[in-house]
């Protein structure tokens, strides 16, 4: 069974429950003294070299005995508790983890499990993940810890859309095409179809790991069209013809 941004947000909430808190570099470990105090020397031996330790090396008292994440450290470890493997950064994760991504504006609404982002085109220093009822879910820093925010507070600039993860819709994905479903797609093709049939999949529980929707169809596509296919007796011959694309469409 695909893995749902509902199950994502269920647990990332966890570090709500749990009173989590925030320290740089961390990925839901219980924080302790000796650790804490490890964290203190290493800071004040170099503060300019280890200059991202400064805040949890100031506030992390606080935070002992309880589980501790960066940002991305509890996006990054969510993700993994039901098996998908992220990079710890946020920067990558929208780079690299992304099947679908886009600016954040006012008015748009975003499927429970997607992630958002603080920053620029360039730079996504910060990250945290919608978790239904306007409210974004982040390890925010070591003084505040883990909290909860508003979707469209200001800060939150992009949204992307985790591989791997079965969301409930995509944002700002228009409806097909009128006729697409009268072209026939195959190994090599590319373009806007094959960006129409690779959302499709992805809203059917397929998955496209590595390339996500890039209007390309390669051997990742093939796979998960043939999965499609085979899911709903379709002929297994991963092209997308008539019989195929009624299928997509019918979601």
């Known amino acids: 069974m695909p893995i749902t941004g509902t199950q994502i947000a269920q647990t990332i909430l966890t570090?709500?429950?749990c009173e989590g808190g925030y320290i740089f570099g961390q990925s839901g470990a219980t924080w302790t003294a000796k650790k804490q105090a490890n964290l203190e020397k290493k800071y004040n031996s170099d503060p300019q070299?280890?200059?991202?330790?400064?805040?949890?090396?100031?506030?992390?008292?606080?935070?002992?005995?309880?589980?501790?994440?960066?940002?991305?450290?509890?996006?990054?470890w969510a993700a993994l508790q039901h098996g998908i493997s992220y990079h710890h950064g946020s920067n990558s994760m929208f780079r690299y983890d992304s099947s679908y991504k886009g600016p954040l504006t006012a008015d748009m609404d975003l499927p429970v499990g997607a992630y958002v982002y603080t920053g620029t085109a360039?730079?996504?220093?910060?990250i945290g993940t919608y978790t239904g009822d306007g409210l974004v879910t982040e390890a925010s820093s070591a003084s505040a810890g883990c909290i909860q925010s508003g979707l469209h507070d200001r800060k939150w600039k992009y949204w992307s859309l985790g591989k791997g993860i079965e969301y409930d819709f995509i944002p700002g994905t228009p409806d097909p095409a009128p006729g697409i479903s009268s072209l026939?797609?195959?190994?090599?093709?590319?373009?806007?179809?094959?960006r129409e049939m690779?959302?499709?999949?992805?809203?059917?529980?397929?998955?496209?790991?590595?390339?996500?929707?890039?209007?390309?169809?390669?051997?990742?596509?093939?796979?998960?069209?043939?999965?499609?296919?085979?899911?709903?007796?379709?002929?297994?011959?991963?092209?997308?013809?008539?019989?195929?694309?009624a299928a997509l469409l019918k979601q």
């Open 15 to 17: 570090a709500i429950e």
């Open 49 to 76: 070299k280890y200059a991202d330790y400064k805040y949890s090396a100031k506030y992390g008292k606080k935070w002992i005995g309880h589980r501790v994440w960066d940002c991305s450290g509890l996006t990054r």
């Open 122 to 126: 360039e730079s996504k220093p910060h």
């Open 184 to 194: 026939t797609l195959r190994k090599g093709s590319k373009g806007e179809p094959v």
């Open 198 to 245: 690779q959302t499709l999949l992805l809203k059917a529980g397929e998955i496209l790991p590595r390339y996500g929707v890039d209007g390309s169809f390669g051997r990742e596509t093939l796979i998960a069209l043939k999965s499609f296919q085979r899911k709903n007796r379709l002929k297994q011959d991963g092209i997308c013809g008539p019989l195929t694309w």
